[in-house]
């Protein structure tokens, strides 16, 4: 069993940079893919950014390529994603999961565990 908790969400203007951290419980966390995935209102919920367990490997949707950076500190039991240049179109609950393999990346049906998410409004 992993409990995942995000935090750093929050309102900021068009432009500006923000940090959203996943922290994560369970000593195997180091063997999880990571992704992040967000869902506005009326939405689907969307792939936004994957890191392999050993962190050597990332994958980002092209909506935020170049933007946003997912990075791990396995040692703190914590993913992070830097989301930079924010745009009103980034605003959503943004949500992290886990899983043990890295198919399917991009794909929410496929990961096993969940965080409760953490709203970013993007104002312009």
């Known amino acids: 069993q992993v409990q995942l908790i995000e935090s750093g969400g929050g309102l900021v203007q068009a432009g500006v940079s923000l940090r959203l951290s996943c922290a994560a419980s369970g000593r195997t966390f180091s063997s999880y893919t990571v992704g992040w995935f967000r869902q506005a209102p009326g939405k689907e919920r969307e792939f936004v950014a994957a890191?392999?367990?050993?962190?050597?490997?990332?994958r980002y949707a092209d909506s935020v390529k170049g933007r946003f950076t997912i990075s791990r500190d396995n040692a703190k039991n914590t993913v992070y994603l830097q989301m930079g240049s924010l745009k009103p179109e980034d605003t959503a609950s943004y949500y992290c999961?886990?899983?043990?393999?890295?198919?399917?990346?991009?794909?929410?049906?496929?990961?096993?565990?969940w965080g409760q998410g953490t709203q970013v409004t993007v104002s312009s």
């Open positions: 999961a886990c899983k043990g393999s890295w198919i399917d990346y991009s794909c929410p049906r496929t990961y096993d565990y």
């Open positions: 890191i392999i367990g050993s962190g050597g490997i990332t």
